[in-house]
């Protein structure tokens, strides 16, 4: 078959559209005032991270009892929220580097806002395990580093697992991120209007000219930073689900969590670039960028994931009863029927049924109903990890050892306070760096010199 006879794909961005037209929509937000809106999100976002603090001061200060979680749930709120913000955190690298590497070119409208996601989602994730050890001042034990205590990690730990598996994720997925926001802080800096905003952007454009050499180095450290990040996909939530693996308890010590762990962490991270993504476009006029092809693709790959998580859901319960092992059978029937049922068939509800509208393709390309279906998917997302933590630690081998978990407000403020530090950061990324990749929207372009669609708007 000939060139000619292919189908030939519709392009991704519209054909008028030039370079001149990329530079202004998507540099305008951060050269305008913050608006009355950006600023009253902030101020509530800020006011959440501030609840938060708080709840961090009253930790230090009385210690961990504060809290809801006692022998024999030692879990509880911080571990659920630690392993809900890691998994926030996978659709970044999995959209900015599996893709790019499959050459997925509709990558190019979402991977900036999606890799800021996965910074400010592993610094929340972070904080939680470091409260949770009592001591947070101690929290540096964990790194093995000769000392003059001769004290040594536990390499057979869960938790120094988790310090190599997110410290080697926040870096790789920083400079991953910080390389391809290069060639945009350089044409922000040739924007500037102002020179205090000219020096800020030049000295975070680390001196590109954008000539053939600059664009040789960055593209080989760009294919370089993907290679390494894209193993971490898989890697670094496999780590953080050995945390329950690799016990005896029934109801976590199961083979099938490192790929049930994984498939989750990507269903929730699209479905956390959904809700950033879909009022940002609205809020910043990105529609021309950020179209309903790009949004239906995310649908899609959520529907995926959603199905591969409701099977690994029903594997669990098939596995507990195959098992014939007792207490396995006990954990499960008490998940669907006991103290702890509503929380596990919402969770069922927003993971499984709900995404199965995105079959019909008239709900793929509905905008209201993807950002309700979003929020839906973030919540069981949660209400999974809480399931799996609260209900197998809850009711233990002998009944003497039963207990219910009981949240306080403490509980409930740390959680706020992780949501308020989130959105205070990506609304200040949203605000003064470009949400959408400048030079890569540029590079997919039909028509990059023709003539402009608003001459008069651009001056």
């Known amino acids: 078959m000939s060139v000619i006879d292919q189908k030939i794909s519709p392009p991704l961005i519209d054909p008028n559209i030039n370079m001149g037209d990329v530079t202004f929509d998507i540099s305008r937000p951060t050269e305008k005032k913050p608006s009355k809106l950006w600023l009253a999100l902030f101020i509530l976002s800020v006011g959440a991270a501030g609840i938060g603090a708080l709840t961090v001061y009253k930790l230090l200060e009385i210690g961990t009892g504060i809290t809801g979680w006692n022998h024999p749930v030692m879990w509880a709120f911080f571990i659920t929220n630690m392993v809900f913000w890691i998994g926030i955190g996978h659709a970044g690298t999995l959209i900015s ?32 395990p470091v409260l949770h050890i009592g001591r947070p001042w101690l929290g540096f034990w964990l790194f093995p580093y ?38 945009d802080f350089a044409t922000l800096r040739d924007q500037a209007k102002t020179a205090i905003r000219k020096k800020i952007y ?22 370089l ?10 890697s670094v939530h496999s780590v953080v689900s050995f945390d329950f693996s690799v016990s005896l308890l029934p109801g976590w010590h199961s083979t099938i969590f490192p790929p049930y762990f994984v498939a989750g962490a990507i269903f929730s991270g699209f479905a956390m670039v959904m809700t950033l993504v879909i009022p940002m476009r609205k ?79 008239k709900f793929r390309r509905h905008i209201p109903l993807m950002f309700v279906v979003s929020l839906l998917v973030n919540v069981g997302m949660w209400l999974e990890r809480f399931v799996i933590i609260v209900t197998s630690l809850h009711r233990d081998f002998t009944p003497t050892a039963w207990g219910t978990f009981k949240p306080t407000v403490w509980d409930y403020s740390i959680t706020l306070g992780s949501f308020g530090l989130f959105f205070t950061l990506f609304l200040l990324f949203a605000k003064f760096f470009p949400t959408v990749s400048l030079a890569e929207i540029k590079g997919v372009l039909v028509n990059p010199a023709g003539k402009k669609k608003g001459e008069e708007a651009h001056g």
């Open 225 to 234: 930073f993907a290679g390494l990040a894209t193993p971490l996909v898989l």
């Open 283 to 361: 809020y910043f006029k990105l529609e021309e960028y950020i179209t309903l092809n790009h949004l239906e693709l995310m649908n899609k790959i959520i529907l995926v994931t959603s199905m591969m998580v409701g099977y690994s859901y029903l594997f669990e319960f098939f596995i507990a009863w195959y098992s014939e092992n007792p207490f396995e059978r006990f954990t499960y029937w008490n998940r669907a029927t006991g103290h702890y049922a509503p929380f596990f068939w919402l969770m069922f509800l927003c993971n499984v049924v709900v995404p199965q509208l995105f079959w019909f393709k």
């Open 146 to 183: 000769p000392n003059e205590r001769l004290l040594w990690v536990n390499f057979r730990s869960p938790l120094v697992w988790d310090v190599f598996a997110f410290s080697t994720y926040f870096t790789i997925s920083l400079f991953f991120w910080f390389q391809g926001l290069i060639p």
């Open 202 to 223: 030049g000295i975070l454009s680390l001196g590109w000219t954008g000539s053939v050499r600059d664009w040789n180095h960055y593209e080989k450290a760009y294919l």
């Open 97 to 128: 580097a599996i893709l790019f590497l499959l050459r997925q070119r509709w990558r190019t409208s979402i991977n900036r806002s999606a890799e800021a996601m996965t910074i400010f989602a592993v610094i929340c994730a972070v904080l939680f």
